[in-house]
């Protein structure tokens, strides 16, 4: 059975800095693309990023280039969110999600297995 458990999220001043991290079991971790969603209150799920099997190519939403950064470990079954110049507008739960294959995808379809989420709270 596949489980995502993400950690890391919390309360944070606009300007600062939040790691999430997302623990992978049940599966060939190197063998998934990898991605972050958040849903923020009242919106739908949206994408915010999205690594390769092999870590070579990533994807962001406009929204959040240069100040995310995803990567993974593939010996630890983790993926991680670098997550910079947080803003207000950054608030939401925070999704790990992963599908099997090669492709970079965007939207939530495309992705099989999810997480439980992990709330990030910026403040102004």
């Known amino acids: 059975q596949v489980h995502l458990v993400e950690s890391g999220g919390g309360l944070v001043q606009a300007g600062g800095s939040l790691r999430l991290s997302c623990a992978a079991s049940?599966?060939?971790?190197?063998?998934?693309?990898m991605a972050w969603f958040r849903q923020a209150p009242r919106k739908e799920r949206e994408f915010v990023a999205t690594?390769?099997?092999?870590?070579?190519?990533?994807d962001y939403a406009d929204s959040v280039k240069g100040r995310f950064t995803i990567s993974r470990d593939n010996a630890k079954n983790t993926v991680y969110l670098q997550m910079n110049n947080l803003q207000p507008e950054d608030t939401a739960v925070y999704y790990c999600?992963?599908?099997?294959?090669?492709?970079?995808?965007?939207?939530?379809?495309?992705?099989?297995?999810w997480g439980q989420g992990t709330q990030v709270t910026v403040s102004s």
């Open positions: 999600t992963c599908r099997l294959g090669y492709e970079l995808r965007y939207t939530e379809t495309d992705y099989t297995y």
């Open positions: 049940g599966l060939t971790f190197g063998g998934y693309v």
């Open positions: 690594i390769s099997r092999s870590r070579g190519n990533t």
